[in-house]
């Protein structure tokens, strides 16, 4: 535990104990034939409405991703939803000299909504997937107060790959449901570091959502911006195939031969799409905080349409930054930071440019509202239904009637 309150020097992190249900949207529609460009494009509509009665479950949907729809509860907006908010991100740090921080962490395995009409038992931390980002300052003591759920299935305990210690703190912390531990670690090196539990089997506690990440600002802080998100990248694997209706179950198998059904931002289909799309203006700055729970994809993080002006690899905050960048590889466990300036209005679509992934619902938006800016971008002539003329690798235009 903490060595006590210092004279207003001790500072407490906590996310909302649980997230609050949705109603009911759309999420995402698109065209097949269009693929990436059917997520840039599709219009909202509504999800077919509907849930299997108890564990059973069937296939419903064939085709792609892409010409899916998607909803967060089509019929039960009370139920819990899990996503993490990209814009929960706590503020800069302030302050010059290093404190004490408490993190309150709770395990709470929860039914929620992953996809149309389909819900599955997610393990988090703090009723959210991923957990809460934690920011602190290097010199830090960071005090961890764990508690598992009463009504958990089983033990948790978390890994802080920012601390310097047998387990990163997992031994330290593994709690049965019901149970309460703490430990305490220095923050001694700068940068963005992910968290995540590690009772074995270990993938299998990943899987199901346990991760986060833990900010390490340096001594000077890091250079303002106009926004801060937080995004992280995960896996899903079930017993059912992607498409299936009703409650889903984790597969072993599947997880050991790393063969993911779902791939998802911040924690289920549809996440980052019309429930929690990322939100600028031009002009302004932002900022990713971008990282991998896993536990065994690497990405290939790009934003559509965008260039990276800033990347921070591996998350380092130590090194300089490598400048006008299109995509940031993160490994399964790792991180990066991104930013840009928002000079052209429209929607920008987050990826990992594995594209594929993107009909195993790994897709973002991040909507740019403001004036067009016409000497960057812009249409310079109207489609027509003219057939193109295509031309051999001679140069001799085929006949096309």
């Not at 404190?99 to 909504?113: D, P, R």
Request: a negative charge; charged letters at 20%; one cysteine or more.
């Amino acid at each position: 535990m903490s060595d006590g309150h210092h004279d207003g020097q001790h500072q407490l992190q906590e996310a909302v104990p649980l997230a609050k249900g949705v109603s009911r949207r759309a999420l995402l529609a698109g065209t097949a034939g269009l693929s990436v460009a059917g997520v840039l494009n599709a219009p909202a509509a509504l999800a077919q409405q509907g849930r299997l009665a108890g564990p059973q479950a069937h296939h419903g949907h064939s085709g792609t991703m892409s010409d899916r729809i998607y909803s967060v509860n089509p019929s039960h907006p009370e139920m819990v939803d899990i996503a993490e908010n990209p814009a929960n991100v706590p503020p800069p740090i302030d302050r010059t000299e290093p404190t004490t921080v408490e993190v309150n962490l709770e395990m709470i395995e929860v039914e929620a909504s992953l996809d149309t009409n389909s819900f599955y038992r997610f393990w988090t931390f703090n009723g959210t997937v991923p957990g809460p980002m934690v920011r602190v300052r290097v010199g830090d003591q960071v005090v961890v107060n764990v508690k598992n759920a009463e009504d958990s299935w089983y033990a948790h305990n978390v890994d802080f790959h920012a601390a310097t210690g047998p387990g990163g703190g997992a031994e330290l912390s593994t709690v049965n449901p019901g149970e309460s531990a703490s430990f305490r670690f220095k923050a001694q090196n700068p940068g963005l570091y992910v968290y995540h539990c590690a009772v074995p089997p270990v993938a299998m506690h990943i899987s199901n959502g346990m991760y986060g990440m833990i900010l390490v600002e340096p001594e000077g802080g890091l250079t303002p911006v106009d926004r801060e998100f937080y995004v992280m990248q995960g896996e899903i694997y079930t017993e059912e195939m992607i498409g299936t209706s009703g409650t889903l179950t984790e597969s072993w198998q599947k997880l050991i031969d790393e063969r993911a059904e779902y791939i998802v931002f911040n924690g289920h289909v549809g996440a980052l799409t019309e429930h929690y799309p990322l939100r600028a203006r031009v002009g302004e700055t932002v900022r990713i905080y971008f990282g991998v729970g896993g536990p065994n994809y690497m990405s290939s993080f790009h934003v559509i349409g965008e260039i990276f002006d800033r990347i921070y690899p591996e998350g380092s905050l130590v090194s300089p930054p490598i400048e006008s960048v299109q995509t940031i590889k993160v490994a399964p466990g790792g991180s990066g930071i991104v930013e840009f300036k928002c000079e052209v209005p429209g929607r920008y679509v987050l990826v990992d440019h594995a594209l594929s992934r993107v009909e195993r619902g790994l897709a973002g938006y991040l909507e740019v509202e403001g004036e067009e800016n016409p000497e960057i971008f812009t249409q310079l002539k109207e489609p027509t239904d003219q057939v193109p003329q295509t031309v051999d690798p001679n140069g001799v235009a085929p006949d096309n009637g």
